[in-house]
Structure formats: C-alpha cells, structure tokens
C-alpha cells in the first residue's frame, strides 16, 4: 500500500497565518526533543522570533495532524483487508480534510455490530432489495417480487416481512452515503434548536444531590432551562456545560429539533429518480434512514462537538485565569504575619521572616469570651514587638471579614505608630497542600493546619513559588472545572505551570522540587536528584555544576541552564537569562563597551551598559560574533538589567489599613480593588468586602466587548465604580467605566437641537463603534513572546479608562455626494447639516 503524503508544512502556515520556514523550524526543534520554553527564549533567531503562544499553537496543530494521518492509515490498511480499497476510495480518503468527512467514507466498511440490516441480509433479503432500487418498471407488484424470498427456515414468512427486510437494507445504504450525510449536516447544523425540558425529577423538586464536584444540586438550579430553546449554533460554552450537567444530573431532557421536512426532501432528491417505479416504497426508506439511523448519529455527533468546544472554551478560561493567579508579583524582603481565619477552632496565626521561615505559631479566637479575645488581641500586639513584621495576611476563607476587623482595629489603635497593613490572600488549596505528600515532606514536624497557615503566609511572598505545590485544579480559578475531561485539563494546567516557571526563572540554590520539576528538561527524578545534591555537598556555585547531577548530560543541560539562575554564584552571567553557549559572546559584548562580568553586579554599571548598547551596531555586531540579531538583543537587555524578575513590571497586590463594609457604599463611590476570577459573562473583584463584587462584561469597557480576557486578567488591580447595591442579597455591582465616560456615552445618545424631522421620524443614531474588540494589551506574562516587555500604562497603578472616542466631522466630499456614507453618524450628521444635496440651506432673517 502506498503511504500517504507527509504533513504539509504550507497548510499549517497558511492555517495560521506563519511563514512556511518558521514552521518548518518550529516542526524540527520540537522533533528534535527541545521544549517550547527553550525555543521561545533561546531559538528566536531561527524561528523569526514566533512567542511561546505561537510555537504552542504549532505544536497542537502539528498533534493533530499527525493524529489525523494515523487515522487514515488505520483506515486504509481496514478497507485493504476486507479487499474493498478501491482508486476512487483512496483517492477519496487521501483527499479528507476533516474528521466528520474521514469518518463518513469509513462508515460503510466499519465492523458493526448486529443491526436489523446485517439480520435481514443474514436472512437472504439483499438481492430483493437490490432489485426493487434497481428496477425501471413496474412489470410486477413489489408483494410480487417479495415472494420468491419468503423462507421459512429464515424466518421470512410473508410478504410484508420480507419487505420490511429490504427496507432495513436500503436504510442502512442510504445512511452510509458520505456526500448525503455531509449535506444533512449543514443543514442539521444551519437550522436545528437545541430543546431543553424538565424531567419527572425536576417536576418532584427531588432532594439535592451530590454532583460531580461534590457540591449539591436542586432543580432549581437549573429551572432556567426547564423551557429552553436556542439555535445549536448560537450556543455559548457555559450555556453548554450547564445544560449537560443537568441532563447528567437527571433535571433536564435534551433533544434536538432538526427540520424533518427538508432533510426528508434532501434525502429523496438524492436516492429517488423522479420516474422510479417505486417512490412510495423508497420515499418509505428514505424516512426510515433518516429518522431511525441519520438524525440519531448527526444530532449525537453535534452535541458531541458543542460539548468539546465548550471544554475547550473551558480549559482555555482556566488557563487564563491560573496564569494571572501563577504571575502575581511576590512581596519580597518582608516578614509576614500569616492568619488562617476560624470561629470554633479559632485563628491559627504563624510569623514568617523574609525567606518564609517559621518564627513562631499560636491559636487566637475571634469569638467566644471576652478574656479569650482579649488575650488573642494582646499575643498579637506582643508580636509585632517581638517579630516585627509589616505585612498581615488573612485567608479568604471562613472568618475572614470578622479576623480583617480585628487586624483593622488594631491599625487604628495599638498598631497606630506602626506602618503595619494587611491583605487578603486566596487561600484556595491551603487545605489541599497541608495534607498533601508535598507538604508533608516539606513540614514533616508541623501539623496540617500550621502548614496551611504557613501556605497564606508564603503565597504572599513569592505565589509562584508556593503556588506550584498545589495542583492546579485545587485553586478555583475554572469555570464548570469539575465538567471536564481530567487528562485534557491536567496536559492543559501543566502546560500553563511550565510556562509560568520558565517564563519567570527559578533560583537553583532555593528552588523546591515542585518548582524545579517544571523548569525546561528537567522532571520530578531529577529536580529530587538537584535538591539531593544541594543538600548533601551545598549550594551550586556555577551552572555548569548542574552536569556533575546524575541523569543531567550535555542535552538536558542545554534545555534547562538558561532558566536556572545562581545569584552570587562565581559567574555573574549565572544569574542571567543569559544561557552559557553564549557566555563567550556576552563577555566580548562586555569588552567593547570595558566592562567585565564583575560589573553586573554594580546597579551604575549596568546603567552604563544600558546606554553604551544603544550606539551598538547589532547586525555588524551579530556577524562578528556569530550570533543572530535576535538573540543578540537579548544578550544586550540582559547585561542591561541582569536578574531581573519580569513581575517586578506589574503591580503589587493591594494592602489596606481599614475594613470596608456594604453600609459604607454608596452608588458612584470609587474603589480599587483585585480581579479574583475572570468568566464569560464578566469579572468577580475583591474591594474589601466579603463577597466579591461582580462586573458585568457590558461594564467592562464602553464599547463592545466580546471576551472578557481582552479587558482584565486575575490578579489584576483595578479602578472600579460602585454601580449599584443589593442589601438584600448582600451583592455589589461594579462598572470600570469612569463618571465621566458614562456621561460622554449619555451625550452622544442625545439628539442634536434642530428645527427639522429626524429621518423616517427616527431618533438620530450615537455614532456605532467603528473599532473591534480591541485586545487586551500584550501583558508580561507568559504564553506571549519572552522578550521582556512591560505591561501597558495602566498597570503602573490602578486602571483608568479612556475618553469615548469622539464623532469623526462629516467631509466636504461627503457632504456634496462625492464620497459615499459609511457610517450611520455619517448619515445623521448629513441630515443635521445646514447644507444637504448640494444646497445651502436658508440664510436668518436680518431682522
């Protein structure tokens, strides 16, 4: 058999909008055995400098791919061996671009199981179907031409059976047309509604129940959809999730209303000659065809698809959301007190210095008697004394507000000479790494709760580094998370953690194993190995000690060097992004400008590099020492800002010194707060309060915002403005659009004064806006190029929001009719103008 063609590089490109040599490139480095982070970083110059999204992206299309060939070779060598591999057929599946069209040409030939065409064939019924699809005439009756089948000994023993037999037959052949079934789909797809009907169980109001992430659920949880219908393609992905979770959980009844009419019409017109003998027989199994064996297969193939977009949908929110959580600027040099909030078991508190070392834990309680509280109160004024810290972190979870209460009232009173603020951590996943083999290995003498405790306290500190213990799915940043498939959601979450861990770098002499295991080449055995030999003959002195590890040689070194870094190591360049095959490169950069390496750790030095690099000739110089020009900027940055953490560009985290409460609020107030979650219909922020507060995704911007992930980011700091205020169910609604945005919105809805009609008596139009959804800036994160750029404007602080855009003057050109109208501001401007048709309009009496 001959072997299909290899992948095609120039469909990938043209797919994804690359040139055809970069994914080329792309497809031989990853071939080769480099990770996505290494080439990002250290192969820009030969794949055009394409970001660690886009290598991803070729990545996933290149699986793909690579899996759809396979398919079709398995497909190929079935067909061959049942001897039915035709030239056309061959030709055909050679051809295939899709899944759903590979599989339509397979259908005839893939083993089936018994069905009632297999029986009726077994009963010797395919000639007679065979001759009735075949006939020209009606020369004889079809109980004529059924007769001569009847069998006893085959359990045909009538006419009407032996018809029905056919029938079953010719269904079956009508279904496994791929060019009819392909037809069908477009029409299914174009047409059908997805309808949606409470069940007994939801009528009954059944007990809630346990679902699938072992919180509850009631059927009123799901009434919005007990009398639901909308077209399949207009389904959004939560909408999706939603509606299987409560077929799943047996409140809802799911079906799809496809056009039966037209599809009945579309399968006649294809299998019936309009001067057949028999079109009321035929017309009978077209029916058959389509309502028993089409319809059922293409209504669970769309259902199928729209499930795994939404997952997709899903997995890539999740994502976004557990980057922005992973990439939240530590808080370094600080000593922290940590608080994990409780009524009944009370508040465990631990002090932590500057390196997330233990310096002293207790219990104090919130509740309970005066004396308890009032002790509680007193250890804690004693130990700022004693452990001077500036920072308090209080959990999140249960408690929190009243423990923020406590902190606040001691800011104001015996705190008051002390600049001393608190802040609130998401502590979602303490309990998890407290009890976990990870934290258990890491605080074998302390109990689960100081672990956790100590968890708020680090996740200040530096998140990344302590958020990595924990396992994605435990940090609550997914939308329906529970929903999903786990293989795909934990390839997708580890991809996001790598990411993250290289984007940032990781310290060699401090770095867990949990951090180490993701960093670029390396894997739990020998991040453990690296940690081993840290503790057994101390710190790593120079990057190349890496290869005396065992299990690191000459190729794992390469991958993983670069993101290792060693401070106050023998080389200078060790604590760089820079890799060591470069090393030489870098200290010849370093002569030309006389320097040495021993300035890097002069802060007046670099600055003097920085500027001398900027009269650098870089492609004269890239010649000289052989180097691309591409990663002979990088070098150039690196020597300019050497160890640098790309968070420090993006804001810190918000500490406070009062609580606020929902009686403080008031519509209009301005606040800054945290983005918590980002989800389809908007954005959850924390202001202080104990709930979250909710910004709409129509108040997100004031144009148009179609993803919510162009505007905002988790962990985001925010300009917000108190929209409105539910007391009753204690909610918060928050707009990011400014006052003064709001009314420029408002003036540009009202109508201009005029003495004249509005056109066909409408109302004048607010100009549409003309832009798209603009994309959310290319922030300093991950997933996007590793070059080290900042974070836009509005990250230094607080968001602001931008000016509507003005009404853009109406042309001369326009005005005369020489240039057409293309907006309609265009048109309402024209009918608001003195001047119309080319005429000026009437002159004011002088009197």
Known sequence: METLPQIDSRELATKLGFRQEQVDRVISLLDEGNTVPFITRYRKDQTGGLDEEQIRAIEAELKELRQFLERKQVILRSIESQGKLDPELRRQIAAAKEGKVLEDLYLPFKPKRQTLASAARERGLEPLALTILSA?????????????????????ATTEEALQGAQHILAEQISEKAPLRGKLREQLWSQAQLVCEQTAAAKEDAPTKKGPSGSKSSAKDFQDYFDFSQPLQQMPPHRILAINRGEREKYLRIKVNADLPQMQATVEQDWIPADHPYQEFLTGCCRDSLQRLILPSLEREARRELTEQAERHAISVFVQNLRGLLLQPPVRGKRVLAIDPGFRTGCKIAAIDEWGNLLEHDVIYIIGSDEKKAAGRQLLVDWLEKHQFEIVAIGNGTACRETEELISQLIQNEWA????????????????????????????????????????GRRLQDPLSELVKISPQHLGVGLYQHDLKEKELKESLDQVVESSVNFVGVDLNTASVSLLQYVSGLNPLLARRIVERRQSEGRFQQRADLKKVSGIGEVTFTQAAGFLKIHDGENPLDATWIHPENYAAAQKLLEKMEKSTDDLKNPTSTKDISESSKSLQVETLSQELEVGELTLKDILDNLARPGRDPREDLPPPVFKEGILKLDDLQKGMELTGTVLNVVDFGAFVDIGLKDSGLVHISQLA????????????????????????DEERKRVSLTLISPAEQEQAKENQKPAPTSKPSFSGRKPNKEPSSQATKPRPSSNRPGKSHQHSTRPP?????????????????????KEGKEPLTSFSDLWQLMQSPEKDGKKGPKKSDS
């Open 136 to 156: 020209t005439s009606a020369d004889q009756s079809l109980e004529d031409c059924a007769q001569s089948y009847l069998n006893a000994e085959k359990e045909v």
């Open 417 to 456: 000479e002390k600049n001393v603020r608190y802040v609130i951590v998401n502590e979602a996943g303490a309990s998890i790494y407290s009890a976990s083999q990870v934290g258990r290995e890491e605080f074998p003498e302390y109990d689960a709760t100081l672990r956790g405790t100590m968890s708020i």
């Open 702 to 725: 004031p144009r148009f915002v179609k993803d919510p992930h162009q505007i905002v980011a988790v962990g985001d700091i925010v300009t917000v403005w108190v929209l409105d205020i």
């Open 794 to 814: 509005r990250q230094k602080g607080p968001r602001k929001s931008k000016p509507a855009k003005p009404l853009t003057p109406l042309s001369e050109e326009k």
